[in-house]
């Protein structure tokens, strides 16, 4: 078992805590949080050891779990790689590229494995249909959110819309050609409400829409590619899928036959298939636990999480 720790007490860092301790793949070491009255509140509640000191914990640890504010996932990687330890970031992976790019260089030279916490590609319903987004040439997702003070320190791009980002750009493979952005800011300093559209140079356009000032929640992104539509629900973890083909010559009389101005008739059916439940934190650290030991690439690579991050910048850069 690979022995664990954990960078930051707050909310998502307890649900670290919680799902590394549980796992089969981790021993939970301890953990280590800059506010020192909540680390010993955290240690009083639930029983994890509190480290005085972030070097204390890293050099018990095999794997450090960095979970906390994006403004010091720099200094805490740069820590921990300078100990020879993998790392698992949350997304954002940094707070600038350069950073994230320097992140990257220093795993690189120390030849151990890291990970960015994107984890809507753990995500049961996006899991259930990935295979069968093929080339996708529109793509629109809606993220709205009703209001947290958690997460406003950051624009709502890099509080929400990563998430997209990182899974628009797992399934289009081209590079981004063109950027254009709103945003606005209603009750934070930086914008609580934007829209992005993104080009590629093969074509595929992506429309996007974040938002955490919204009466209700919702994680829905739609794939529209030749012959069919795919439709992911990250909120609800459901799925649908539409697709076409061409008519059979004698159609049943329940079948669903669309013709063109041509005359080509098409049918449509649906190809929705089952959705398994799964914790999605927990699948991204056990992965990741795979892939330190049996030296593989991690699912979510460094340079997936530089290129979300990159993505990002261009868009709040619009505003």
């Keep these: 078992m690979l022995k664990a720790g954990v960078l930051g007490a707050g909310h998502l860092g307890k649900i670290h805590l919680r799902l590394l301790n549980?796992?089969?793949?981790?021993?939970?070491?301890?953990?280590f949080d800059a506010d020192e009255v909540n680390g010993k509140k955290v240690e009083e509640e639930f029983g994890y050891k509190y480290f005085k000191t972030m070097e204390s914990l890293i050099e018990a640890v095999d794997?450090?779990?960095?979970?906390?504010?994006?403004?010091?996932?720099?200094?805490?990687?740069?820590?921990?790689?300078?100990?020879?330890?993998?790392?698992?970031?949350?997304?954002?992976?940094?707070?600038?590229?350069?950073?994230?790019?320097?992140?990257?260089?220093?795993?690189?030279?120390?030849?151990?494995?890291?990970?960015?916490?994107?984890?809507?590609?753990f995500n049961p319903a996006f899991i259930a249909v990935r295979e069968q987004i093929n080339n996708p040439m529109f793509i629109e997702t809606h993220r709205l959110a009703e209001f947290n003070p958690r997460g406003t320190d950051v624009p709502v791009v890099l509080d929400l819309m990563i998430h997209d980002i990182d899974i628009i750009l797992s399934v289009v493979k081209s590079k981004v050609k063109n950027v254009n952005a709103?945003?606005?800011?209603?009750?934070?300093?930086?914008?609580?409400?934007?829209?992005?559209?993104?080009?590629?140079?093969?074509?595929?356009?992506?429309n996007l829409t974040a938002s955490r000032i919204s009466l209700k929640n919702m994680r829905k992104t739609r794939f529209f590619q030749k012959d069919a539509y795919i439709s992911v629900d990250f909120?609800?973890?459901k799925c649908e899928v539409?697709?076409?083909?061409?008519?059979?010559?004698?159609?049943?009389?329940?079948?669903?036959?669309?013709?063109?101005?041509?005359?080509?008739?098409?049918?449509?059916?649906?190809?929705?298939?089952?959705?398994?439940?799964?914790?999605?934190?927990?699948?991204?650290?056990?992965?990741?636990a795979y892939a330190i030991n049996n030296n593989t690439t991690p699912i979510v690579t460094l340079?997936?999480?530089?290129?979300?991050l990159r993505v990002a910048k261009m868009i709040i850069d619009q505003f």
């Design 22 to 31: 549980q796992s089969d793949k981790y021993e939970l070491v301890g953990f």
């Design 63 to 121: 794997m450090v779990d960095i979970v906390t504010p994006t403004l010091s996932h720099y200094e805490c990687a740069k820590k921990a790689i300078s100990f020879g330890k993998h790392i698992f970031i949350e997304k954002p992976i940094t707070n600038t590229v350069e950073e994230a790019e320097h992140v990257r260089q220093l795993l690189a030279e120390h030849d151990i494995r890291g990970q960015v916490g994107h984890v809507e590609r």
């Design 182 to 206: 709103s945003g606005v800011s209603v009750i934070s300093d930086t914008p609580d409400i934007a829209n992005a559209r993104i080009e590629f140079e093969n074509g595929c356009v992506a």
């Design 235 to 237: 909120l609800e973890k």
């Design 242 to 288: 539409v697709k076409m083909k061409d008519a059979p010559k004698s159609p049943g009389d329940f079948d669903m036959i669309l013709q063109n101005a041509e005359g080509i008739k098409k049918q449509i059916y649906f190809d929705n298939p089952e959705v398994a439940n799964n914790n999605a934190i927990l699948d991204e650290l056990e992965t990741f």
């Design 303 to 308: 340079h997936d999480g530089t290129e979300a």
